[in-house]
């Protein structure tokens, strides 16, 4: 309707644009009266509670391992133009945001995470490549966030005329082990080489003594070899179950819709836009959580209840033990590490185990 009234009076557009700030601000107004109210103003009060799921624990309940399960990756589709609402020098204040001098105080372990180069950070930066013209052209070139395993946000950080730099996910790492403390586990696609960007960095100690570890999501490994998925992959990781830890591209798949409104707004509403669409986001979360842990638990009795016994079976007639399973990714990572170079090509030996192979069906 709102739109329709604009094409046919552009003079309308900037009364009800003023009209829906004032609206905007007055709710802000009438949550902070409310929250002092409750006591909901302590620092990172809304990063505790958001998530019941995540955060509450019940009287005598045994811990867990991994204590907690989150998410974080970067997204460059919701960038703004430089010099847009120039005019606009309101600061809005989000909940979110991890402020940009807290981000910058990592932006000498940039250098830490140059070093660290591998395959699979070689493979990550070709599908993640900020132009030339993308940084000159934007102010924002996108956003860093973190999210629980039941998808609610934890954290948001802007993407300041720069790709993904370690500096952003250093500083989210380092707020999430401040907030939530020790013995967490983080899914990252590049969870493999920020492992060593992050045991260089300045925070190195920090996070070692919290035993906070960081893995692969499950859909980034296939832009993996074989030796990291055996380390980072969530499939080999104890505490993970059913996780695959890709939140951050369900959360994207949402905030993607925004970017088109926020091309061109000043700084204040482009943040203002992102913080009411994580809310509103925040918010389906928490109304589909019981449903949401009601399928989790389904799926995992499905897969025990329709596996179990076919693997105790297995297990019976080779005469193998959970241990066995183990080990076998031991001693294939062993070997693979090993490995100074790629084995050469020999279509004879193939030639000769697919004959071996043959005689033993015909047998």
């Not at 809304?46 to 005598?60: E, G, I, S, T, V």
């Not at 960081?214 to 055996?230: D, E, G, I, K, M």
Request: charged fraction near 25%; proline fraction near 3%; hydrophobic fraction near 40%.
């Amino acid at each position: 309707m709102v739109k329709v009234l604009c094409a046919l009076h552009n003079s309308l557009r900037d009364q009800f644009a003023v009209a829906f700030d004032t609206y905007l601000t007055i709710l802000r107004e009438v949550k902070t009266l409310v929250d002092q109210a409750l006591g909901r103003d302590t620092p990172h009060w809304r990063m505790l509670h958001a998530c019941p799921a995540c955060n509450y624990k019940q009287p005598d309940e045994p811990p867990l391992y991994p204590a907690r399960l989150d998410a974080f990756d970067g997204n460059n589709s919701l960038k703004r133009v430089d010099g847009s609402g120039h005019a606009d020098e309101r600061v809005f204040q989000s909940t979110y945001l991890i402020p940009a001098g807290e981000v910058d105080l990592f932006k000498d372990d940039d250098d830490a995470a140059s070093s660290n180069n591998s395959t699979c950070t070689e493979n990550w930066k070709v599908a993640n490549t900020t132009s030339e013209n993308s940084i000159n052209v934007f102010d924002q070139t996108g956003v860093f966030v973190s999210a629980c395993r039941h998808g609610i946000i934890q954290t948001l950080v802007e993407l300041r005329r720069s790709g993904e730099l370690a500096k952003y996910a250093l500083a989210t790492a380092n707020k999430l082990i401040d907030v939530y403390g020790a013995n967490g586990v983080t899914g990252y696609d590049i969870g493999c080489s920020f492992s060593k960007t992050i045991a260089a960095s300045s925070v190195a100690d920090k996070v070692k003594k919290a035993n906070h570890r960081f893995v692969v999501n499950a859909f980034h490994r296939h832009a993996h070899n074989r030796r990291c998925q055996l380390q980072y992959h969530t499939l080999y990781q104890k505490g993970l179950g059913i996780e695959d830890l890709e939140t951050c591209e369900r959360v994207f798949a949402g905030s993607n819709a925004v970017a088109p409104l926020i091309r061109h707004v000043s700084y204040f509403h482009w943040l203002q836009f992102i913080d009411l669409q994580f809310d509103q986001w925040d918010l389906d979360r928490y109304q589909e959580l019981s449903q949401f842990l009601y399928n989790n638990y389904k799926q995992a009795l499905h897969v025990i209840n329709e596996l179990a016994p076919v693997v105790q079976e297995l297990k019976q007639h080779l005469d193998l033990s959970d241990a066995d399973f183990e080990q076998w990714n031991i001693e294939e990572l062993q070997y693979l590490e090993a490995l100074a170079a790629e084995p050469e090509y020999d279509p004879e030996k193939i030639a000769y185990v697919e004959a071996l192979q043959s005689l033993a069906k015909a047998e």
